[in-house]
T-cell receptor
């Protein structure tokens, strides 16, 4: 079955460390998105990409970076510049009708 | 700027009772509107969507929502709630450009009493 795979499910980051969250889809969707979820704040858009080798900042891009070298992959790096990275991160894709398919998320905790 | 407000953080209903979750949006034109559901520790699943036409839309799992332009609302309803409906529900509005971005509300957590 087609879907989105996010890994790892849980991730722990030390202060000053960069970590990369994986997002892979086999739906052949062009558009992919990264959202951050904090309790009581809903989902906030970090980055999105509509085609390979192109991506745009969302509302809270500071401290994050992405790449889109392959259609099926859209990894997110949480850099040391992100001062409050503890959150639940969700990756999604769509074929262009807003009907997002979401991954099951990565919970990142700073230790 | 587009925004979505879900005024209820938590709602508790008894199993078998009816449900209405509120959603208000701010948008200059006719919005694209969505309801998603999230089980704990999981991603989101699309329940239903409104683009145009009939203002009452049917979704999966017995849910429906009604678009009311005069009230800038898109409330989600279900006539009889099941214990498995306990989850967090998000209303969202779509950016009407080529980005297909969604702007989400803060969510409403539904608790179901046996």
């Amino acid at each position: 079955d087609g879907g989105i795979t996010q890994s790892p499910k849980y991730l722990f980051r030390k202060e000053g460390q960069n970590v990369t969250l994986s997002c892979e889809q086999n739906l052949n969707h062009d558009a992919m998105y990264w959202y951050r979820q904090d309790p009581g704040q809903g989902l906030r858009l970090i980055y999105y990409s509509q085609i390979v080798n192109d991506f745009q900042k969302g509302d809270i891009a500071e401290g994050y970076s992405v790449s889109r070298e392959k259609k099926e992959s859209f990894p997110l790096t949480v850099t040391s510049a992100q001062k409050n990275p503890t959150a639940f991160y969700l990756c999604a894709s769509t074929e262009g009708d807003y009907g997002y398919t979401f991954g099951s998320g990565t919970r990142l905790t700073v230790v | 700027a587009q925004s979505v407000t879900q005024p209820d953080i938590h709602i508790t209903v008894s199993e078998g009772a009816s449900l209405e979750l509120r959603c208000n949006y701010s948008y200059g034109a006719t919005p694209y509107l969505f309801w998603y559901v999230q089980s704990p520790g999981q991603g989101l699943q699309l329940l239903l969507k409104y683009f145009s036409g009939d203002t009452l839309v049917q979704g999966i799992k017995g849910f429906e929502a009604e678009f009311k332009r005069s009230q800038s609302s898109f409330n989600l309803r279900k006539p009889s709630v099941h214990w498995s409906d306990a989850a967090e529900y998000f209303c969202a509005v779509g950016a009407r450009d080529s980005s297909y971005k969604l702007i989400f509300g803060s969510g409403t957590r539904l608790l179901v009493r046996p």
